[in-house]
T-cell receptor, first 113, second 110 residues
Framework: EAGVVQSPRYKIIEKKQPVAFWCNPI?????LYWYRQNLGQGPELLIR????????DSQLPKDRFSAERLKGVDSTLKIQPAELGDSAVYLC???????????FGPGTRLLVL | KQEVTQIPAALSVPEGENLVLNCSFT??????LQWFRQDPGKGLTSLLL?????REQTSGRLNASLDKSSGRSTLYIAASQPGDSATYLC?????????FGQGTRLTINP
């Protein structure tokens, strides 16, 4: 079984530039999560999808961050414009609906200069 | 608001030792508690999940306990090996909304 796929693995951009991250969850997983992990910290949830619906986006900085999961499968997280403080690892995870175990992708490491 | 704390932040022990990692949380109204492992540059791998009604879970050399009343969980690793070197994170909260601790970076020295 293929795991959660994320791309790119690394991204370096200058501040004020846009950036997008892509995630393909495990086949059949209805629930998809985006987390941000700062250096030396645990992941923090940004947004959770149930199929196409964003059911928890309370932690998503909506002034610059957006996300979509149009067909209920893969998802894109976008930052526009990026700020220095956005440098972090962005993790995607997926799970079956109403199941507790989440499966994480390898993450995208973003560096904003 | 749930807060999860892990102590120590880093731990280094010789191979073969048994060790305990600690996790504490402020709100005892939890759905479950999970332990994850994270290798450098990698995502998280789920190790153990303890439901709120359970006291412990075991998988191989790993044993996790849960004491909701005191807001504590421990992860016990028996007969540690160099391959156990990683960051271990605990997380708890609602059914699908996890709050993570900052992790304990574990190094097993051959």
């Amino acid at each position: 079984e293929a795991g959660v796929v994320q791309s790119p693995r690394y991204k370096i951009i200058e501040k004020k530039q846009p950036v997008a991250f892509w995630c393909n969850p495990i086949s059949g997983h209805n629930t998809l999560y985006w987390y941000r992990q700062n250096l030396g910290q645990g992941p923090e949830l940004l947004i959770r999808y149930e199929n196409e619906e964003a059911v928890d986006d309370s932690q998503l900085p909506k002034d610059r961050f957006s996300a979509e999961r149009l067909k209920g499968v893969d998802s894109t997280l976008k930052i526009q414009p990026a700020e220095l403080g956005d440098s972090a690892v962005y993790l995607c995870a997926s799970s079956y609906a109403r199941q507790e175990t989440q499966y994480f992708g390898p993450g995208t490491r973003l560096l904003v200069l | 608001k749930q807060e999860v704390t892990q102590i120590p932040a880093a731990l280094s022990v010789p191979e073969g030792e048994n060790l305990v990692l600690n996790c504490s949380f402020t709100d005892s109204a939890i759905y479950n508690l999970q332990w994850f492992r994270q290798d450098p540059g990698k995502g998280l791998t789920s190790l153990l999940l303890i439901q709120s009604s359970q006291r412990e879970q075991t998988s191989g050399r790993l044993n996790a306990s849960l004491d909701k009343s005191s807001g504590r969980s421990t992860l016990y690793i028996a007969a540690s090996q160099p391959g156990d070197s990683a960051t271990y994170l605990c997380a708890t909260g609602g059914a699908q909304k996890l709050v993570f601790g900052q992790g304990t970076r574990l190094t097993i020295n051959p």
